[in-house]
Each structure stands twice: as structure tokens, then as C-alpha cells.
């Protein structure tokens, strides 16, 4: 008596089977990606800030050569100080990376900003100890109001990074990033033309927070290590 064979199942994931295995495959992903993410972002922090000190330090390096300090680039492709003569033909602009031999660009790939005092870039009349000061730094106390920033009142120059969104900031490739915030007011301040006034605090992503989200990155030239330093190398009495 003849029997029938006995159909063989076939090996392999059924349709369900794939799809549970996708399934947790990009939950795994998923929670990959939010810590690499972070990662990356606090490595961008770091490589800003440290570029940002390198130029400060630079700075300090240019005054103590010259007795002046540099006008901003010329341009977002030319970073030589833009001046005419014995002044600059701006006060706020772009970091001069050229002329003080420094990176161009902060850990998101973005030029950054740099305001100073005129009358410390005046190299037709040096700055001394009682050159006053023009760049106000200001922060928010714990109840949200605009104080000075560590005790600093006015300082001579200072370097800004335009943070994470980039909000008015200039790509490398010269492209300004437009300002598409709302409510971040602070970032805003330190958008504005004059350079007077700049806002330095915590990042925070809260809109509510007082002056807003904000993820700029201040650093400002203290007049005191500036004046130090000068006064040990002779260039100031």
C-alpha cells in the first residue's frame, strides 16, 4: 500500500516573525541613536569651547605683540582683521582666524562672532589701564533678571558661539543661517549689530525659561588677565 509523502515544512521566518525581529532590531537603534546623539553634541560643546579659549588666549598673544587688539575679519572668507589705517572699519563681526592664526570655525562647523572695544583696536593710540571698557557681559540671576556676569561690568573683547541651532550664524561656506527662534530672547541680544551687549548663561530648551531657549557660548577677554600680562611684559606701565 502506497502512502503519500508527508509535506516538509519549510525553514524560515514567517511574515509575523520578520516583523517582530525589525521590530526590536529599531528599538535598539533607537535607543542607540539618543545616546550617541548626546554624545555628540557635548563633544561639539567641548571642541567649541575649546577653540574659543585657544582664541582668547591668541588674542592676549596679538595685544601683548602689537599693544592693540584686532578688529574683526574682513569677511566670512577672509579672516584678516578688517582695518583702515589705525582703526577698524567695524567693531562686531566675525573672529579675525586669520590674522590671529586660529580655527575659523566653532565644533558645529560655523564661524564665530568677536565685538571689541574701539579703543583698544586703535593702533594710532594704545589702550592703557584707563582705557575704558565698551562690551557689557550679562547673565540672569536665579530670579530671571539681567545682572553682570561675574562681576564683570565692561571688558574689552569678547568671542561668541551662535550654539547648536546656529540661529545667526555663518556657515563655512558663508551662508547665514536665519534666526528662527521665538521667544529666545537673549539669543537674539546677541545677535544684535552693535556688540555692546552680550548675554552669557546656561543652555536651556524651555521656552518659559527667562530669555528664552538658549544655546549661545560667550567667552570674554578679562581685562585684568589682559592688563597682567602686559604689565609683565613691559607693554604697559
Not at 174 to 183: E, N, Q, R, V
Amino acid at each position: 500500500m502506497n502512502r503519500k509523502p508527508v509535506p516538509r515544512r519549510h525553514a524560515g521566518f514567517t511574515l509575523v516573525e520578520i516583523a517582530i525581529v525589525l521590530l526590536i532590531v529599531g528599538l535598539m537603534i533607537g535607543g542607540l541613536i539618543a545616546p550617541l546623539s548626546s554624545q555628540l553634541e557635548q563633544r561639539r560643546s567641548a571642541d567649541t569651547r575649546r577653540v574659543m579659549d585657544e582664541a582668547r588666549e591668541a588674542l592676549v598673544g596679538f595685544a601683548l605683540q602689537t599693544g592693540y587688539l584686532p578688529c574683526p575679519a574682513i569677511s566670512p572668507t577672509n579672516g584678516l582683521e578688517d582695518r583702515a589705517g589705525n582703526v577698524c572699519n567695524k567693531r562686531y563681526g566675525y573672529l579675525p582666524w586669520a590674522t590671529l592664526g586660529v580655527s575659523k570655525l566653532d565644533g558645529w562647523n560655523r564661524l564665530m562672532g568677536y565685538t571689541v572695544t574701539p579703543a583698544f583696536a586703535d593702533a594710532g593710540n594704545l589702550f592703557t589701564l584707563k582705557t575704558p571698557r565698551d562690551v557689557t557681559i550679562a547673565t540672569r540671576s536665579n530670579n530671571g533678571q539681567l545682572m553682570a556676569a561675574s562681576g564683570i561690568n565692561d571688558v574689552p573683547a569678547a568671542i561668541i558661539s551662535f550654539g547648536r541651532n546656529g540661529y545667526g550664524a555663518t556657515s563655512d561656506q558663508g551662508t547665514i543661517i536665519a534666526d528662527a527662534g521665538t521667544g529666545n530672547i537673549d539669543e537674539k541680544t546677541n545677535l544684535q549689530s552693535t556688540g555692546t551687549a552680550l548675554i552669557y548663561r546656561d543652555a536651556n530648551e524651555d521656552t518659559r525659561a527667562p530669555g528664552g531657549t538658549f544655546d549661545d557660548t560667550v567667552i570674554w577677554l578679562s581685562p585684568y588677565i589682559l592688563y597682567n600680562r602686559m604689565v609683565a611684559a613691559q607693554r604697559l606701565p
